[in-house]
């Protein structure tokens, strides 16, 4: 992976285990909260897009608008299922098993369907970050108390799964068919946001409540989390999908630390240990080839 992708991921995964610590605090918001955070999105980043990337907002074609919508309708429902997720576990559990779940799924839709290559690195890399991910959830002790699946691992996995989808599409867009990462992603946001304006319409007085109760976590994650994703997409340009989406992971060792010292969230060195499986496995990837 060259150096350029893995300084990339870094900065992203530093902001992305921010505003997930962000979206725990605030609680559940329901469509409200997706709304609210689209909108600052698509308001925050039009300058930019207006004035420095027109050209590439105009260049815009009927496969990378397809795109879009596929995107917008995923990432919609990712965010629903987040919220519901971090309500119904804790966050150092919730978010590793999402972003196991999630780079994995991706890593083999990118195989099979981009046509990126297999590398014994990308297996390893692989590997490691699910031994990591399921480390993090519980490990054996888990499984040998019969604890079965918990809420946490359950809205993980399924978190992970929308991840999957939203990131093969993503990748295609801006690695196969030349999209603008900022203008991409810009685009989808937008999209949500006016998809859901007239739902929102219709429940004026809650979204009035909730947009005043969170006004500044909804402005940050509006910022942050667009920030963090626009500089993963830049990174697939640079490597391949099937490399960045794993790499990614570098946040779970930041949000285990966040989960525990700041939401007062246990079992410090066993969630620890996981992250640190997943630091080893996107090493691993970093080391991998940059294939197709």
């Known amino acids: 992976m060259p150096l350029s992708a893995l ?16 979206m725990k605090r605030a609680g559940a918001g329901g469509l409200v909260f997706v709304w609210g955070i689209t909108a600052a999105t698509s308001l925050v980043y039009a300058v930019p897009v207006l004035a420095l990337l027109r050209d590439d907002l105009a260049a815009v074609g009927v496969q990378i608008a397809l795109a879009v919508l596929v995107s917008a309708a995923v990432h919609t429902l990712y965010l629903w299922v987040l919220q519901r997720g971090y309500a119904a576990g804790d966050l150092s559990v919730v978010y590793p098993v999402a972003r196991g779940v999630g780079p994995a799924l991706a890593w083999v839709g990118a195989i099979a369907w981009l046509g990126e290559a297999v590398t014994p690195a990308s297996i390893a890399g692989l590997a ?18 019969g604890a079965g699946i918990g809420p946490g691992i359950a809205w993980g996995a399924a978190i992970g799964v929308t991840i999957a989808v939203y990131t093969v599409n993503d990748g295609r867009a801006v690695r196969l068919l030349g999209a603008d990462p900022v203008v991409f992603y810009w685009l989808v946001n937008v999209a949500q946001a006016v998809a859901l304006a007239p739902w929102i319409a219709r429940r004026a007085g809650e979204a009035r409540g909730i947009v005043t109760r969170h006004a500044r976590t909804l ?28 790499a990614r992971e570098l946040s779970m060792l930041i949000a285990a630390f966040l989960g525990v010292r700041m939401l007062g969230e246990g079992e410090l060195w066993r969630r620890v240990a996981g992250a640190a499986l997943i630091a080893a496995g996107v090493a691993c990837l970093a080391l991998a080839g940059g294939g197709a």
């Not at 490691?128 to 108390?145: C, D, E, K, N, S």
């Not at 994650?221 to 490399?243: D, F, N, T």
């Open 7 to 22: 300084l990339l991921i870094a900065v992203a995964a530093f902001i992305h285990a921010w505003w997930n610590l962000l």
């Open 128 to 145: 490691l970050i699910v031994a990591g991910t399921f480390t993090i959830a519980g490990g054996w002790a888990m499984l040998r108390a």
């Open 219 to 246: 402005l940050a994650v509006g910022v942050l989390s667009p920030l963090g994703y626009m500089l993963a997409l830049q990174a697939m340009k640079y490597a391949p999908v099937s490399h960045v989406a794993p």
